[in-house]
């Protein structure tokens, strides 16, 4: 069976995936959008402030990234009860995840609060940065809890098939972060700590609107609000492989960094920026894979596997034509695009061709988040994870050659650069793309049923 052709009724599956994946998207820039306004407050407070923030954010985001699978694992599963006409059980397992993510959350954050020093003293900053980014980490660990519940009640909605709840939450929440980090931070002059204040006061709103909702649904379904060990250690089970896959797409990042890092300032530095424009590309691409996990889960749930299949398709052709257009436009603008981050003449003379094979790879990208979508939907996360590190195992190699290699080689700047730009944007897309592309092609993922 081809991948991409022609679908009949295209058009209904065409409005069932944007009514999923556009409010999707706008709940997914909300969270680079909290950080930017943080970084823009914080700024103004000083040099100092902002490297701490910049120190306490990176361990933070590492934490609750590796525990996004309480959403991914959520969303499929219950989708997959829904699918099956049990609503009333799909709530339960969904509230069952979010007592998984408030167990998590607690004694992360406890461990978290007790380490923040030592944690941010890895890095070996200055004294004064390190004090800063402690500071703000103890605090922020105390939201921590916050953070993991609005994972696991964004998968239970979206798995119930409603994307716009969490978008307005998001919204409603980067409001009130603004408006208390400004409060606290220069109102009651309480400097960088005052960001982590606001940022857990409007984390816990959030988590009261959350509360509220699932509550009312619950109550309509006369579903149960009380946590069930099969249904917790179900949720877990499959996180544990959500998590070795994600853990797997880190360690990629984290690599390409350190590759850049070898190459010299000046690559790292346009390094940081290539990732911006891909990691900016991914969120646009994301909210199809999230619209594909629970459209895949329900229909799979409800054995219906014609209609999987034309999920699949139309996704696929969505995320391709997606990746095109976006590539098209990021191409275009590569060359004068790393002006509007930086004025540095020699990171503005390495930039333009990453950021050029980054948006080549661009159609690439859609094919890869999509079925990543996909599979997550239908909890094939066990293939997820192993492939996961098959994937990592191929890009390892040329990253270290990129980075062994080429300094002290007389090569130019950008050619290093655009070494390993493509290392990251063919080989290790590529392999994902081969993995993903073979598994979608076998039957052994239709898995029918709740």
């Not at 309480?70 to 995840?97: E, F, H, M, N, Q």
């Not at 379904?221 to 797997?248: D, M, N, Y």
């Amino acid at each position: 069976m081809p991948l991409i052709k022609p679908t009949p009724g295209a058009s209904t599956t065409d409005r069932e995936i944007l009514a999923l994946a556009v409010p999707a998207l706008g709940a997914l820039v909300a969270e680079p959008v909290f950080l930017l306004v943080d970084s823009a407050l914080v700024g103004h407070l000083g040099r100092v402030p902002l490297a701490g923030l910049g120190l306490a954010s990176a361990v933070l985001q590492t934490v609750v990234g590796l525990m996004v699978f309480l959403a991914y694992g959520t969303t499929p599963a219950v989708a997959r009860r829904l699918g099956a006409g049990d609503r009333a059980g799909a709530i339960s397992l969904g509230v069952d995840g979010t007592w998984l993510a408030t167990a998590l959350g607690v004694a992360l954050g406890a461990i978290g609060f007790l380490a923040a020093p030592y944690l941010v003293g890895l890095f070996s900053a200055a004294s004064e940065v390190t004090q800063q980014a402690s500071a703000y980490l103890r605090v922020a660990m105390i939201g921590l809890p916050a953070m993991l519940i609005v994972y696991a009640a964004t998968g239970l909605l979206r798995g119930l098939q409603d994307t716009r709840t969490p978008l307005a939450v998001a919204v409603a929440g980067f409001i009130a972060n603004a408006g208390l980090n400004g409060f606290f931070i220069y109102g009651l002059h309480l400097g960088v700590v005052g960001s982590a204040v606001g940022t857990d006061v409007a984390q816990w709103g959030m988590v009261a609107a959350y509360v509220v909702v699932i509550v009312r649904r619950a109550r309509a379904e006369h579903a149960s609000l009380r946590p069930h060990a099969r249904g917790v250690l179900g949720v877990a089970g499959a996180g544990w492989w959500l998590l070795i896959r994600t853990a797997a797409l880190r360690a990629a990042l984290l690599l390409a960094t350190w590759a850049a890092t070898r190459l010299g300032s000046v690559e790292l530095a346009g390094w940081q920026l290539v990732m911006t424009v891909f990691n900016t590309l991914a969120f646009a691409l994301d909210a199809l894979a999230i619209a594909a996990q629970a459209l895949i889960g329900h229909g799979l749930g409800a054995s219906d596997v014609d209609r999987v299949r034309a999920v699949l398709r139309r996704c696929l052709q969505w995320g391709i034509g997606a990746g095109v257009v976006l590539g098209a436009v990021v191409l275009v603008l590569s060359p004068w695009l790393g002006r509007a981050f930086t004025s540095d003449p020699h990171v503005l003379a390495v930039l333009p061709v990453g950021v050029a094979l980054i948006a080549v790879a661009a159609p690439l990208d859609g094919f890869v988040f999509v079925l990543d979508g996909v599979l997550i939907g239908a909890g094939d996360a066990r293939y997820l994870a192993l492939t996961g590190l098959l994937n990592l195992s191929c890009f390892v190699p040329c990253a270290v050659l990129v980075a062994v290699l080429v300094p002290g080689s007389g090569l130019p700047s950008w050619l290093g650069f655009a070494l390993l730009a493509a290392s990251f944007a063919f080989i290790y897309l590529g392999a994902r793309a081969l993995t993903l592309g073979l598994r979608a092609r076998s039957p052994r993922w239709l898995v029918t049923g709740a």
